[in-house]
């Protein structure tokens, strides 16, 4: 069951870009690459911290739909190391200037082959939609 476990906070984390993409909006007003690089640190520590109501309140609002605190929790802790790693690879990049890039209303930040850490534009802010 831990696999299961990890599975959906890797879906939570890893998920495909596709739907984020489709239900974008415009970018914020006065909320540029600074700002969704900021969520996406904020995210990240709050994940590293186990700081669960914190992060779940920068998740877009499909995942906050789906998820709670708790089971954020649960998902996290059943992932052991892989989740800490991402969370680790996503702030080391964002330290080293790696730009976002442009995606519809979204910005996305590569974290490696193939991989992606996406912020959605919602409600005049940034919200987590992806680390794929």
């Known amino acids: 069951m831990r696999r299961a476990s990890f599975a959906a ?3 939570l984390l890893l998920v495909a870009l596709a739907a ?4 974008a909006r415009g970018l914020p007003a006065g909320q540029g690459e600074d700002a969704a690089r900021e969520t996406l640190r904020r995210f990240a520590r709050d994940l590293q911290e186990k700081r669960w109501p914190d992060a779940y309140a920068l998740l877009s609002a ?4 789906a998820y709670t605190p708790s089971r954020l929790a649960t998902d996290w802790d059943g992932a052991g190391s892989i ?5 680790e690879r996503v702030l080391a990049l964002l ?5 976002l890039t442009r995606e519809g209303g979204s910005l996305a930040l590569p974290v490696g082959t ?3 850490a996406v912020v ?5 802010g940034w919200r987590v939609d992806a680390l794929e």
Do not use: I, K, L, M
């Open 9 to 11: 906070v890797a879906v």
């Open 20 to 23: 984020a993409c489709a239900g």
């Open 62 to 65: 499909r995942w906050r739909t």
């Open 83 to 87: 989740g800490r790693e991402e969370s």
């Open 95 to 99: 330290a080293a200037g790696v730009p």
């Open 114 to 116: 193939g991989h992606r």
């Open 120 to 124: 959605v534009a919602e409600d005049g």
